[in-house]
Structures are given as C-alpha cells and as structure tokens.
C-alpha cells in the first residue's frame, strides 16, 4: 500500500514542531510555565557592580584565590590595583571608590596573603562598565617578586607561618632589630594562649650536608633562644633542622641560595 504524500509531509512537519520544542524544552525547561535557573559557570575572579565597593559572591573565588596564591614566589608581594569610574559614586568612607575595592580584595585575600605582603593601588578607567549593567572585572591582581640584599636578612608572612631569612653562613640574629622586633611580638600574642610552635632550620647546598644539618640547628635554636627568653616555655617549642634538603629556590643563584637560607616558625593552636 502506497502511503499519500500528504501525509508523509503532515508526519514530517509534526515530527520537526515535536524535535523543536523537545529541544527548546530541554534547553530552558520552561515549559511548565516557569523559567529554569541555570548555572552560570564563573572564573572566579572579583567582580564589581556599578558604585559598589564589595565584589559579588562567587562559589569560584577559592579556587581562583589558590591558583593566584600558587603562582608566587617566596616572599612576594601582591599587587592589588582596583578600577573605577569618573560617574560612578563613592558612598564608603574611602577616599575613592578605587581604594575602597582595593581594601575589600586585600581582606579577601587574607589569611592566605599576610597583609605585610600585600600593597594596594587604585585608577580610573573607562570600559565596558555602565550603570545598571552587569559585574565586571575591576581590577588587576600581579607578583612583585622580592629583591634581596646579599648581606641582609627579610622577614616572610604566609598563613599560619612566618620564614626568616638569614645572610650567608650566619646563625645569630642578634643583629637584625628587625627579627627581635618581630619576635616580640610574636611572643605577646601568644604568651597567654597555648600555641605550640615548630621552629626548623634550612640551609643552601654550599658545603657538606652533615654541616649544614648542624647550621640549620643552629639558627633554628637561635629563633628558640629569643622565644625562650621573653616567657615561652620551652615545652611548647620543638627545634629541628633540614639542612639543605628542602630548598625553595634554585641554589645556582645567589638570590636563590638566599632564599634557601632560612628558618620558618609554624605556629599551631
């Protein structure tokens, strides 16, 4: 039996009316009478509405944060330079609204970036940002790497930790008023509490790895002698050495070697 053409045409025009709306279907789901709600997959960068001076929530943001976190040096500083625009209005108690979204990364940015390593500046720009439009990106996030003096040491803030830097051979910080200064008051935050800390020694790779076990040690007691002295009891202390066997940086240089040349004080409540 031959099958009229008018109604294979008819199937063929329902067929398509029932794959478009299946589609359409599938792809809002609104076909209830209710609009889907769709995720609206982000990078996770800060982004900041017209006039305001706090970015949206974003459920990326820690992932974005840890990649940023993950591409620095030891010792570097983030550089956080916040936008804004000559008609947007500044309602916070910032002098702009540039300084003020600045302030609210750097927060953000704690505890993973100390606020010792982070520095702030701020710009007008004009793009694509207009009134009642949506978030965008306003500002610009980069490393300024550490430069280090060959006869000097430095002071390092992480999250739960602090890494002294030491010159070349040396143990003693009895000279650094910087690293006395810090220290202190180290030791007045936690005198009180019951925070234990965990003192270890590094090295470079100049010279024998049994010596520069002992150097390590070394400067690692000297940090402890300082805690010692100004009332923490030394059962909340533990002193250890790696030597040369952890470093963090190329000991081909002497930038490198510098910063292999250290003592981290991890503190834990």
Known sequence: MRIPLWLIALLFVGYTVWCVRYWHCRQCDCCNGEPATQTVQTS?????????DQPEP?????????????RSGQGDTLLIT???????????KAANLGQARAEALRSLMQPEVPESRIHL???TVEDSLAEGGPARESADF??????????????????NAVTFLFPFNSTEKDQDPKVDAYLLKLVAKHKSTASTF????????VGEPAENIKL?????????????????????IKVDSKGEAQP???????DGRHQNRRVVITTAN
């Open 248 to 254: 963090v940086a190329d000991n081909g240089t002497e």
């Open 58 to 70: 974003d459920a990326n943001f820690k992932a974005w944060k840890k990649d940023l976190v993950a």
């Open 198 to 205: 965990t003192i270890v020694g590094h090295t470079d790779d």
């Open 216 to 236: 390590g040690l070394g400067r690692a007691n000297a940090i402890a002698r300082i805690l010692i002295n100004n009332g923490i009891d030394t059962k909340r």
């Open 44 to 52: 996770g960068v800060p982004l900041f509405k017209w006039n305001a």
């Open 82 to 92: 916040a936008w804004y625009r000559a008609g947007e209005t500044n309602a916070s």
């Open 142 to 159: 980069s490393w300024l790497k550490m430069v280090l003096k060959k006869d000097e040491g430095a002071i390092i803030e992480s999250d």
């Open 121 to 123: 500046a701020f710009k």
